[in-house]
């Protein structure tokens, strides 16, 4: 098992930074790809980006491609996605994922509970 908990969430002005962190524990954190995904109200869960367990891959949604960037500290056991040049339609809540693959779809085996992003015009 991994249990993931995302933090770093919050509300912020149009244009605006965050950097959410998403900690791990359990299994070695090292041996697992992370995803990032969001929710908005009303929609689907999406895809935001991947990063392989070594960190030499990574991949982006086009929504979010040059804006945000992911990274990770196995050392740490700690994911980030650092959020720049934030707009309102960014606004949802934010989920860490684990798996052993890199996977851009939502089949990941391990999930955190999410946190909020909110992005005010």
């Known amino acids: 098992q991994v249990q993931l908990v995302e933090s770093g969430g919050g509300l912020v002005q149009a244009g605006g930074s965050l950097r959410l962190s998403c900690a791990a524990s359990?299994?070695?954190?090292?041996?697992?790809?992370m995803g990032w995904f969001r929710q908005a109200p009303g929609k689907e869960r999406e895809f935001v980006a991947s990063?392989?367990?070594?960190?030499?891959?990574?991949y982006y949604a086009d929504s979010v491609k040059g804006r945000f960037t992911i990274s990770r500290d196995n050392a740490k056991n700690t994911v980030y996605l650092q959020m720049n040049s934030l707009k309102p339609e960014d606004t949802a809540v934010y989920y860490c994922?684990?798996?052993?693959?890199?996977?851009?779809?939502?089949?990941?085996?391990?999930w955190g509970h999410g946190t909020q992003v909110t992005v005010s015009s």
């Open positions: 994922a684990a798996d052993s693959e890199q996977l851009v779809s939502d089949e990941y085996e391990f």
């Open positions: 359990g299994r070695t954190f090292s041996s697992y790809a």
């Open positions: 990063i392989s367990w070594s960190g030499g891959s990574t």
